[in-house]
């Protein structure tokens, strides 16, 4: 059963930078899309970044040019790098790793780390 540990939100101000990350484990994590999601208070969670076991990341438009997403297949890690932070990109964020195969879906879930930018 996979498990997804998320690390490093926290409170930082406008235009600044801030790092993300999580551990996976548990699951052949090469196969799996990964990707980070985030929810804000009365909103929908929604794609921030992906990345898929092979090709290109995707990203939000509202983040195009200053998140960066990434995975480190040897230590089953997944980072989001965001410059240029906003008061509206404060939000829980979610790391997300999934796949489809066999006929089933798998899709594994982290608890959540928090990103608050403020002044």
């Known amino acids: 059963q996979g498990q997804v540990v998320e690390s490093g939100g926290g409170l930082v101000q406008p235009g600044g930078s801030l790092r993300i990350s999580c551990v996976v484990s548990?699951?052949?994590?090469?196969?799996?899309?990964v990707g980070w999601y985030r929810q804000a208070p009365g909103k929908q969670r929604e794609l921030v970044a992906g990345?898929?076991?092979?090709?290109?990341?995707r990203y939000a438009d509202s983040v195009k040019g200053r998140f960066t997403i990434s995975r480190d297949n040897t230590k089953n890690t997944v980072t989001l790098q965001m410059n240029s932070l906003q008061p509206e990109d404060t939000a829980d964020y979610y790391c997300?790793?999934?796949?489809?195969?066999?006929?089933?879906?798998?899709?594994?879930w982290g608890q959540g780390t928090q990103v608050t930018v403020s002044s």
């Open positions: 997300n790793s999934q796949r489809t195969a066999y006929g089933r879906n798998y899709n594994y």
């Open positions: 548990g699951i052949s994590f090469s196969l799996y899309t």
């Open positions: 990345l898929p076991n092979s090709g290109s990341p």
